[in-house]
């Protein structure tokens, strides 16, 4: 009799364990990239009608199953029922965000793991080409160029790390390493975006947008034209704050990532430079080390109205600050 009441208290506790289970709810779009079954339920292979995802179709994202997923519930059109559960191995999120409650006034809603949706690569041009002086874009350095004074894109990174080449062809992959990207598709943006990519992203000389594209771009589920774009709408917030004018001020000086992160917060709110990691380069000729870059982590939808502060403050603080201090490089090569 003992057994049985112990068993059964057992039982209660898993089931009451079960149904304190809450979805996360979630916004955004699904992006399968292969056929997967889309069930009634996660356990179990209930799945009327036999329904699986097509590849590349997009789908409205509803739910995760808890904070970092295991499973997605989206909606299939013409389905029944239309709510189904797919495995996030299935495919990848664009622009999903947290929605369970509304975010108090001024603030934003942080992502549902609390972790970045992307992170934000900002370059420190003449660091990174004291170490890439072969280059034909540090070969071409001047110091009356644009990026001698300002920050320039690395890239926008669609997280969690390693959602990368989303339906990228074997052919594509093999050839996206420096000596092949003059080998990748072409990416086709309108006359203004080009212009303005080729003078905020200098490696475009040597075909990185390509990389870019097909490595990170083809995961963030919209166009080439909306990717680049949006990048370089946060990258004009960026130089036109006073995180530049810290840099500016300090060429040829040191400065340290204490320094770096409150010039965020003035630019962009109290605690934004704890969403900031700051990473050195060594100059292989003198020993000296440089600021290289910062890499940003930004939560919720970006778009051409979005605030980096709000995208900034969405994100959870990062660990660590990265390199403690390093000078900031002046143009040419010392």
């Known amino acids: 009799m003992r057994f049985w009441v112990l068993w059964a208290s057992a039982v209660a506790a898993l089931v009451g364990a079960g149904a304190a289970r809450a979805d996360v709810k979630m916004s955004g779009s699904f992006v399968a990239d292969s056929a997967c079954p889309a069930t009634q339920a996660i356990r179990g292979d209930k799945n009327p009608g036999n329904v699986s995802t097509q590849t590349g179709q997009s789908y409205q994202l509803l739910a995760g199953n808890k904070d970092e997923p295991t499973h997605y519930l989206i909606l299939v059109p013409g389905a029944d029922p239309e709510r189904r559960w797919v495995k996030i191995s299935c495919g990848h999120v664009a622009g999903a965000n947290a929605s369970a409650t509304p975010a108090p006034a001024g603030q934003s809603k942080q992502s549902a793991s609390g972790k970045p949706e992307y992170v934000f690569a900002l370059s420190w041009q003449p660091a990174f080409c004291e170490t890439k002086a072969t280059k034909p874009e540090c070969r071409a350095q001047n110091p009356n160029e644009f990026d001698a ?18 339906q ?55 166009s080439q034209q909306e990717y680049f774009s949006d ?7 960026v130089n036109a704050s006073s995180v530049r004018d810290l840099f500016t001020r300090n060429i040829g000086k040191q400065i340290t990532s204490d320094q770096i992160r409150s010039a965020f917060d003035d ?14 380069l060594v100059d292989p000729s003198s020993g000296r080390r440089m600021i290289g870059e910062l890499t940003l982590g930004l939560s919720g939808t970006i778009g051409p109205d979005s605030k980096l502060g709000d995208l900034l403050m969405a994100s959870a603080p990062t660990s660590k600050a990265g390199c403690p201090k390093g000078a900031v490089d002046p143009i040419g090569f010392q």
């Open 149 to 166: 004074t300002h920050f320039t894109l690395h890239g926008l990174w669609p997280q969690p790390n390693g959602n990368f080449y989303c």
């Open 168 to 222: 990228v062809s074997a052919g594509d992959k093999a050839n996206d390493n420096p000596a092949h990207w003059g080998d990748l598709p072409p990416v086709n943006l309108d006359a203004n975006t080009r212009a303005e990519l080729d003078q905020v992203m200098p490696g475009t000389v040597s075909k990185l947008e390509r990389h870019e594209w097909i490595k990170h771009g083809t995961c963030y589920g919209k």
């Open 231 to 237: 990048a370089l709408n946060l990258m004009r917030a």
């Open 267 to 280: 630019a962009f709110g109290k605690g934004a430079g704890e969403r900031v990691r700051v990473s050195c």
